[in-house]
């Protein structure tokens, strides 16, 4: 479901604990790290494709958490030819998101990420507010962004580790993004995790059973 633009309907979440840290999950079988996200099927509203994709893809139910606030308006992001699918290349151009700030009200053992046979995450962990978006694929940072700063004044205050303040921004929003990095976030990077691939410190790993770390086919690659 595309609207006259080429734009897909689309959700983001920004999930706090109680410690006004953020759920940052790492795409299944990639280097690169993210929000939960999903498009808004057709039928639906954005809150109830935003209810869809919480238990989709982290496993929570509307009971879990609280909606603290959302974007005013839609945020656009465009994806570049080479991670569209071929048969969608010419009229697919990108999502317009509308994005969430949650407030989990239950508890970490409530997240699952095998919630569904098609998992989107394959580890988590809790981050300061402001993400390092050197690890989110480059052409979703600006969304990013957008929404963290939109939104970054409902968020309960915890201490100055997660004030959400543009002024303790983290680094890579002021920009000095490193090349190095760029290619580790690349989307259409299904390459499996080197030997030495280290999570960050706190971070929950869970390989999936029945998928293992294969390589996700081409036609998996429209919802980005």
Known sequence: MLDRDGFRPNVGIILLNQRSQVFWGKRIRTHS????????????NPEQAMFRELHEEVGLMPQHVQVLARTRDWLRYEVPDRFIRRDARGHYKGQKQIWFLLQ???????????????????????????????????????VYE?????????????????????????RYLRGGMRQRD???????????????????????????????????????????
């Open 33 to 44: 790290w993210q929000f939960p996200q999903g498009g808004i099927d057709r039928g639906e």
């Open 104 to 142: 989990l009200v239950g508890h970490d053992w409530d997240l699952n990420l095998r919630a569904t046979d098609h998992p989107e995450f394959d580890a988590w962990r809790w981050n300061d507010y402001w993400v390092p978006l050197d690890v989110v694929v480059e052409f979703k940072r600006g």
């Open 146 to 170: 957008m929404a963290l700063t939109e939104l970054s004044r409902f968020v309960p205050r915890f201490d100055n580790r997660s004030d959400p303040r543009p002024d303790h921004r983290n």
């Open 182 to 224: 760029v290619a580790a976030g690349d989307a259409g990077d299904n390459r499996l995790p080197s030997p030495s691939f280290e999570l960050p410190p706190g971070a929950t790993f869970e390989p999936d059973p029945q998928t293992g770390l294969r390589p996700a086919p081409d036609n998996e690659k429209h919802d980005i």
